[in-house]
């Protein structure tokens, strides 16, 4: 496997999305149903503990990601990048594993 930043990623897959005419943003509703097809792989191999379908989903969910962010004329660093000044600041607990933010 070659090392590639995500940038570079980022880049190489919207290359072949374009390549294979999956950038239209008429057709982002069926882009968001691939989205619930990965997140429902990774769902699925959490519940038969199955790391390697996990990962498998992991790395397709991000893909479906940066389509349907460009589909909708958006970047996924950008999405990430609002998210994240959303929360750095948010105070809360943890509990049994999950974050719960302050009201």
Do not use: H
């Not at 999956?22 to 982002?28: M, V, Y």
């Not at 990774?42 to 519940?47: C, D, L, P, V």
Request: glycine share 8%; hydrophobic share 40%.
């Amino acid at each position: 496997m070659v090392d590639m930043n995500l940038d570079e990623l980022n880049k190489k897959i919207l290359e072949w999305a374009k390549d294979k005419d999956l950038l239209k943003p008429e057709n982002k509703d069926r882009q968001f149903l691939k989205v619930a097809e990965e997140f429902g792989e990774i769902a699925a191999g959490m519940a038969e503990d199955d790391m390697s379908l996990v990962e498998d989903g992991i790395g397709d969910l991000f893909i479906t990601l940066v389509i349907l962010a460009n589909q909708c004329g958006m970047t996924l660093e950008g999405c990430v990048e609002l998210a994240y000044e959303m929360i750095k600041d948010r105070k809360g607990k943890t509990t049994d594993g999950i974050f719960i933010k302050d009201e």
